[in-house]
């Protein structure tokens, strides 16, 4: 079992950063991939971004590649996703999820965080 908690969000201008981060906790929580994907109101969820917490490798959405960064910061047991560049269609409900398969921690992962608000105004 592994338990997620997000935090980070809220509200930017467009152009600017946000920073959020996944605190994540359980046995061996380590072991699993992570992600991060997004729900923009009367969308579908998409992902974002994983990685992987033994190689350090990371894939991107190609929608927020070369603004998003995600990365670990390993002594806290968390994952945290950069956001520069921010754009209005960035707008959404950010969650963090796991999985212990890295392909399907960017399809359907099997846990997630509760979910933290990013809004960007225009």
């Known amino acids: 079992q592994v338990q997620l908690v997000e935090s980070g969000g809220g509200l930017v201008q467009a152009g600017g950063s946000l920073r959020l981060s996944c605190a994540a906790s359980?046995?061996?929580?380590?072991?699993?991939?992570m992600g991060w994907f997004r729900q923009a109101p009367g969308k579908e969820r998409e992902f974002v971004a994983r990685?992987?917490?033994?190689?350090?490798?990371?894939s991107y959405a190609d929608s927020v590649k070369g603004r998003f960064t995600i990365s670990d910061d390993n002594a806290k047991n968390t994952v945290s996703l950069q956001m520069n560049s921010l754009k209005p269609e960035d707008t959404a409900v950010y969650y963090c999820?796991?999985?212990?398969?890295?392909?399907?921690?960017?399809?359907?992962?099997?846990?997630w965080g509760q979910g933290t608000q990013v809004t960007v105004s225009s």
């Open positions: 999820a796991a999985d212990p398969f890295w392909p399907r921690v960017a399809i359907n992962p099997t846990y």
């Open positions: 359980g046995r061996t929580f380590s072991s699993y991939y």
């Open positions: 990685f992987s917490w033994s190689s350090g490798s990371t």
